[in-house]
């Protein structure tokens, strides 16, 4: 397997240990895996084409879709909830 494969693997373990954790400490790791997602997508795409790379995008937006939906709320002027 190539590097990018393996860290995408690594990165979707992570993600699952850190939704194991209690709320109120998923903050900071959860912002680093949503930080480090689209470069990790990016680099996916490049070496193995671009449809893995959506692929992995569906992934990434199904397994942070609350986050990703409460950033677009604020950045459009919403409320919170």
Do not use: D
């Amino acid at each position: 397997m190539s590097v990018p494969v393996i860290s995408a693997a690594l990165w979707a373990v992570a993600a699952t240990f850190v939704a194991l954790l209690p709320m109120r400490r998923q903050f900071v790791p959860g912002l680093a895996l949503l930080i480090a997602a689209p470069g990790l997508i990016l680099w996916l795409g490049a070496q193995h084409g671009w449809g893995w790379s959506f692929a992995a995008a569906l992934g990434f937006v199904s397994m942070f879709r609350r986050p990703l939906a409460f950033i677009a709320r604020r950045m459009t002027g919403g409320s919170r909830e």
